[in-house]
């Protein structure tokens, strides 16, 4: 089953390269010129999509600072859920001028929703995608809203459970969506490699005939790359200018030198992945000389046999091939051979 599509102007799918998402999330440290700059780096650093999220701190929680309302986190701890929120918000009047600069520069642009006031704000400002959340991949009412719009849907799959998944695709494709992409997500900050579970990749795309990708929390670039050999063909990495800088996410975001990298090699692996192939490529022709093959080492007279001493498996491949070594000894050659003559069975009369 063909499960390629294209968001606007990229083709996504096993047939391209990687689609690579930088994540602003809330990396832009409440400036829009940082936020600015961000987008340019990400541009630069060869992202093909600037993502963002789109919520207030109202639309995700309550203003309230007790119990399970305060976060219990290494990195976000000793707060409310509402006070890192406000930290971390994209507010709404920034995201026209961010989409129009990543458009500028040549990447799409597109955000997650966290309720459907958020739908139709990013309706009006016609994005070509949408990301549903981790955390609200079990909200069939938003993800119904979303696949509502017609429009290419990238889930991230964290922490849900297989049937949870079933329900929330399910609802998707009832709803109107064609165009989906499972991402493979662990939803702890940052993620270690032995928590990615990787091999799950061909199994989601098995299971649910549509495209598969990584939404990627881990430090460095190796889970990123193994994901494009199992398949993946969406990978989210988190983005910022220097983690030094700080941010909610800098911690397991990706710096733009990083970034660039992985655009490289996850472009690499792609095309190292190739097809189902045996014998020698056309770039492999000309290596064929180098081959082993038998060859005559000393002079010999007409009517001499061939033995150990006189024939031996060398490079080059110009002569027969190893394998008729046994059959050819004690055979007599027909005329005289000079040492570094190819083996061929016209010696032999």
């Known amino acids: 089953m063909n499960t390629e599509f294209r968001i606007a102007d990229r083709g996504i799918g096993r047939g391209h390269p990687p689609f690579?998402?930088?994540?602003?999330?809330?990396?832009?440290?409440?400036?829009?010129e940082r936020a600015l700059d961000i987008v340019a780096a990400a541009a630069r650093a060869g992202a093909h999509a600037l993502k963002i999220q789109t919520y207030t701190p109202d639309?995700?929680?309550?203003?309230?600072?007790?119990?399970?309302?305060?976060?219990?986190?290494?990195?976000?701890?000793?707060?409310?859920?509402?006070?890192?929120?406000?930290?971390?918000?994209?507010?709404?009047?920034?995201?026209?001028?961010?989409?129009?600069?990543?458009?500028?520069?040549?990447?799409?642009a597109f955000s997650t929703p966290f309720d459907e006031t958020a739908v139709d704000f990013l309706e009006q400002l016609d994005v070509p995608a949408?990301?549903?959340?981790?955390?609200?991949?079990?909200?069939?009412?938003?993800?119904?809203?979303?696949?509502?719009?017609?429009k290419p849907m990238i889930i991230s799959t964290g922490m849900a459970t297989l049937a949870e998944l079933d329900e929330s695709v399910r609802a998707a494709r009832a709803a109107g969506c064609r165009d989906l992409v499972l991402l493979k997500c662990t939803s702890t900050y940052p993620a270690t490699p032995e928590n990615s579970n990787l091999r799950t990749l061909p199994h989601l795309r098995e299971l649910f005939a549509c495209e598969v990708g990584l939404s990627d929390h881990t430090m460095g670039l190796g889970a990123?790359?193994?994901?494009?050999?199992?398949?993946?063909?969406?990978?989210?990495?988190h983005f910022t200018l220097r983690r030094a800088d700080g941010g909610v996410d800098a911690t397991f975001s990706l710096e733009p030198e990083e970034?660039?990298?992985?655009?490289?090699?996850?472009?690499?692996?792609?095309?190292?992945?190739?097809q189902v192939?045996?014998?020698p490529s056309a770039a492999e022709k000309e290596s064929l000389v180098f081959r082993r093959s038998l060859y005559v080492v000393a002079d010999l007279r007409a009517g001499e046999a061939l033995s150990p001493a006189n024939l031996r498996a060398i490079r080059p491949g110009l002569g027969l091939a190893p394998g008729f070594y046994t059959t050819l000894l004690g055979k007599r050659v027909s005329r005289d051979v000079k040492r570094g003559t190819p083996m061929s069975w016209d010696l032999l009369g």
């Not at 949408?130 to 017609?150: C, H």
């Open 20 to 32: 690579l998402i930088a994540e602003m999330s809330g990396n832009h440290n409440q400036s829009l």
């Open 259 to 274: 970034f660039a990298q992985l655009r490289l090699e996850s472009e690499r692996a792609w095309a190292a992945l190739g």
């Open 130 to 150: 949408y990301k549903i959340a981790s955390f609200e991949n079990a909200d069939l009412p938003l993800i119904r809203k979303v696949a509502a719009t017609g």
């Open 277 to 279: 192939r045996y014998g």
């Open 224 to 237: 990123a790359l193994t994901s494009v050999a199992l398949g993946a063909t969406v990978i989210e990495k």
């Open 59 to 108: 639309t995700m929680t309550l203003d309230l600072d007790v119990g399970e309302f305060r976060v219990e986190h290494p990195l976000w701890g000793g707060q409310s859920l509402y006070r890192l929120y406000q930290q971390a918000y994209t507010p709404w009047e920034w995201h026209r001028p961010l989409f129009e600069r990543a458009r500028e520069l040549g990447m799409l």
